[in-house]
């Protein structure tokens, strides 16, 4: 970043000009409702009115900073010293580019997912099923089948409870297990890529996380920013309302030949709805009450309030956050901030307590053990075990077949 | 708020670019597991207790 900073030149005539990739479109949200979505390479930016205006007067042959100064006059009174710092930033961002510049300045960084992760079907493999399944499941047929689902459910618990419970403690022993909570997490997955796809965008490979100390399967559906919020719910609940499908599934299925395998299906089908709705995570739950709220970046309007709050309490005074200004929402944000707030709480005392166990088993059965006993049950740690090596088997196969062309190139040149 | 004060938000706000969070849907693994291993954790189940296959 410092030596991006050094070289972008902040001269009247220095001519800046918008990348061609650059995508400009209307942003569905309550916070600012001028802002604009501006998509460069995988990267989704919320620009207020004035900082879009540059980027738009900029997405012709390029206009140097006192042109676009003069431009802005009439529009937005922005001083000099702001325009040179948006520009600047827009410059950092690989938004627009230096015309006269031979060097290519910064370009756009690819996303990377937050912690340790890698895909394990890319994005074109998955196209011909979530095609077929966008075109073929209309979201329409599965709300009644959801209603039925909750009927169901609470039939079946009422009358099975006792297979259910059982069910839980053979987990641990039950191949099947693993394979059903496998099949049950990757059309999860499925689902939200699908929904993606049902809307009109585009979604990311499906791969393997340890997100925050949990092990997880993860889609990249960044894409369903271009949606309106309406449309996003569908993607955010597209994996959650599969996975009832799927525990309604196994309802029936126990309902007609009442076995454990079933109850299983179940169990964890149902399991994977209750842990994904938690909104205070950054799982399904959570992108639910954002776009409910319309509030993009909720996790960091939570942080920004209660930094705001720690500032109050030692009588500085800082400007109130946007989210707190917003009419409209101000009661159901306050109550999910608070509950937020307990959790987090909650959440850092379990991370706490689970590094302390952690080290102490660390000590006597080493770390990959002691992480994999604390996070997961005894067959799905042999999964993601599986798993881990056949990326790896992968990854080594696929530089060695990459470096096979380049080695016999360098045979053929010694022989010569 | 004074008319400067309100026209340096209204510029702030008119300048502002924010990167938008990256939407990973993740889903963890084995959720019974977790649950699982959360008596474990707070040590308020003995061994054979639950599942966590430790």
């Known amino acids: ?416 | 708020m004074n008319d400067d004060k309100k026209l340096m938000k209204m510029q702030e706000d008119d300048l502002i670019i924010v990167e938008l969070d990256s939407r990973y849907d993740m889903s963890i693994i084995d959720p019974l597991g977790l649950t699982a291993a959360v008596p474990v954790i707070f040590n308020q189940a003995g061994c054979n207790n639950c599942v966590a296959g430790c």
């Open chain 1, 1 to 416: 970043m410092a030596s991006t900073v050094l070289t972008f030149q902040a001269y009247g005539y220095a001519r800046y000009q918008t990348r061609p990739e650059v995508k400009i479109l209307a942003f569905d949200n309550r916070l600012r409702a001028s802002a604009r979505l501006v998509i460069c390479g995988d990267r989704h930016y919320e620009l207020g009115r004035a900082a879009t205006t540059i980027v738009e007067a900029l997405q012709g042959p390029g206009m140097s900073l006192d042109e676009l100064y003069d431009f802005l006059q009439d529009r937005h009174p922005v001083t000099r010293g702001q325009l040179e710092v948006v520009v600047q930033q827009l410059w950092v961002l690989g938004i627009v580019k230096n015309v006269d510049d031979s060097a290519p300045g910064p370009t756009p960084v690819p996303r990377k997912p937050p912690g340790i992760a890698f895909p394990i079907f890319r994005a074109e493999w998955l196209k011909p099923l979530t095609d077929f399944l966008a075109k073929s499941v209309s979201a329409r047929a599965l709300w009644p089948l959801a209603c039925a689902g909750v009927v169901l459910h609470i039939f079946v618990w009422l009358h099975f409870s006792t297979m259910i419970a059982p069910a839980l403690r053979a987990h641990s022993h039950v191949a099947i297990g693993a394979m059903v909570i496998l099949f049950s997490v990757t059309m999860h997955e499925l689902a939200h890529a699908a929904a993606c796809t049902n809307r009109g965008v585009r979604h990311g490979p499906i791969g393997f996380m340890i997100y925050a100390i949990f092990p997880a399967f993860y889609t990249d559906v960044s894409d369903a920013w271009r949606l309106p919020s309406r449309d996003r719910l569908v993607v955010d609940g597209a994996g959650v309302l599969t996975s009832f499908l799927l525990a309604t599934l196994g309802a029936a299925l126990l309902f007609i030949w009442p076995n454990r395998s079933f109850a299983l299906l179940l169990l964890l089908n149902d399991s994977l709805v209750l842990v994904n709705l938690n909104p205070f995570l950054k799982m399904d739950g959570y992108w639910l009450i954002s776009d409910m709220l319309r509030v993009p970046n909720l996790m960091s309007c939570n942080q920004a309030v209660t930094k705001w709050l720690l500032n109050r309490l030692l009588w500085r005074k800082r400007e109130t956050p946007a989210i707190l200004r917003t009419k409209g929402i101000l009661v159901v944000y306050l109550a999910y901030y608070l509950l937020w707030c307990a959790f987090m709480c909650w959440f850092g005392f379990y991370i706490f307590t689970f590094s302390r166990i952690f080290w102490v088993r660390a000590e006597e059965v080493g770390i990959i053990r002691s992480f994999l006993s604390l996070t997961l049950s005894a067959k799905m740690q042999m999964l993601v075990l599986l798993i881990i090596a056949a990326r790896v088997v992968y990854s080594t196969s696929k530089t060695i077949i990459s470096l096979g062309p380049a080695l016999s190139k360098n045979n053929a040149g010694d022989l010569q």
